[in-house]
């Protein structure tokens, strides 16, 4: 396992023009609620977690779907952080639990978790189309108890064990790393080529992480945080692979903030498709 630290201080700011109330409810396909264009697809899973079921761009599909005996391995879900917290497993409630549907239209979905998700901890999803190539995603936790918590939101998006990722060049990694390439923009890591699953913490200065595969770009985009904003032992960025399971995971960190009773935090992410830029 290698060590790095994020030094990141670019704001993004994510706006939808989508418009609420006039469009009837989409109805669910096999329990799974889809919001979609001509030329992508989003489906959650409101039964277990509110999780993102796929990810689908010109016909390609981005994530790992296929689910595991444990639920533990598919699809993009959401965890407090930092994992020494709660060790392993995640906490049940948050990431496999039900969560009551909001809303739910051809160009939004709105869910919220119990209000004990994860201690006192009540989480709501929103997803929303931002354009032809764009979904717009904002997590927010909410203390429902009577002490304060601290907890910062960590996104875990499970891939399929090909492709590669791509961030822009920070403080470099040791080049003893089997599929690591950069150059002085980018750095690049082929899921190929390994025995064993490890996880590698990203030190950039920018709030993006990308994952290319089968002529595809899915670029996550982010406000950036420095290493003294992220939770303990945690890094803004971190990729982990596991080449006995065939997935790996894309993730990325919010603030880690201390909750007074009734507090929020949120994280508000970017999701973008398009044709690979080479």
């Known amino acids: 396992m290698f060590r790095f630290v994020i030094i990141s201080v670019i704001v993004l ?16 396909v096999s329990g799974v609620l889809e919001i979609k264009n001509e030329s992508l697809s989003f489906k959650v899973d409101p039964a277990t977690g509110g999780r993102i079921a796929s990810l689908q ?3 390609v599909e981005m994530l790992s779907t296929k689910r595991d005996t444990n639920n533990w391995c598919w699809g993009s879900t959401i965890w407090p952080a930092p994992q020494s917290d709660w060790n392993w497993p995640p906490p049940a409630a948050m990431d496999q639990g039900p969560y009551r549907v909001k809303e739910a239209t051809p160009g939004k ?5 119990l209000p004990n998700a994860y201690k006192t901890l009540r989480l709501e999803k929103t997803f929303s189309l931002v354009g032809e190539q764009s979904v717009g995603i904002t997590y927010q936790m909410t203390n429902t108890g009577d002490s304060t918590l601290a907890v910062g939101i960590w996104e875990n998006t499970r891939i399929n064990y090909r492709g590669r990722a791509r961030w822009k060049t920070g403080v470099p990694l040791p080049d003893t790393i089997v599929g690591l390439s950069r150059d002085s923009m980018y750095s690049s890591f082929e899921f190929a080529g390994h025995d064993e ?6 030190d950039t200065d920018a709030g993006w992480v990308s994952y290319l595969v089968d002529g595809i770009q899915f670029t996550k985009s982010f406000p950036g945080q420095s290493i003294e ?11 982990y692979y596991d080449p006995i399971k ?33």
């Open 229 to 239: 904003q992220v939770a303990p032992d945690q890094a803004q960025i971190e990729i």
């Open 13 to 28: 700011l994510i706006t939808s023009c989508q418009e609420e109330g006039a469009t009837p409810p989409a109805p669910p």
């Open 246 to 278: 065939g997935f790996a995971e894309i993730e990325e960190h919010g603030p880690y903030e201390q909750l007074a009773p009734g507090e929020q935090t949120q994280w508000i992410v970017l999701w973008h498709l398009a044709k690979e830029d080479k």
């Open 57 to 59: 761009y010109l016909g």
């Open 109 to 113: 979905i709105a869910l919220e978790s």
């Open 197 to 202: 699953p490890a996880k590698l913490f990203v």
